[in-house]
């Protein structure tokens, strides 16, 4: 699995969309450790008959490395801000949250974003 997180945090320190949102190599590692890294390299293990060699080179093809993404990374800083004043106005009535601050956002998206902003340090 380290090989796979290494390929992640290779990925997104290579795109630019990412380096963005991750400015640190530090920051892309910490991204590449979450469990969205680990559920794409089982499924890759598996597709590949768990043979790692192949699997490996299957997160890295020609055109360069997979990368994928959970809804942490997919949201802006400005996005993040909303959906915390959003929150704080009305809990958890996501709904409304979408309404009223992230109408461009799915109700998927802000309730798999609130579960994962759940385990980093701003929830209190």
Known sequence: LISFRSV???ARALDCSSSVR??????????ASRDITLFHA?????????DISK???ALVPQGGPVLCRDEME????????????????YGKDFTDIQQ????????TSIIE???MWKTTDRYV
């Open 8 to 10: 992640g945090t290779f």
């Open 113 to 115: 974003y609130y579960y």
């Open 22 to 31: 991750q400015p640190s190599l530090h920051m892309s590692a910490a991204a």
């Open 100 to 107: 009223d601050f992230l109408p461009w956002k799915s109700l």
């Open 42 to 50: 089982m499924d890759t293990l598996h597709k590949n008959v768990y």
């Open 74 to 89: 997919e949201w802006s800083a400005s996005e993040a801000n909303l959906f915390e004043e959003a929150l704080e106005k």
């Open 55 to 57: 699997a490996i080179s």
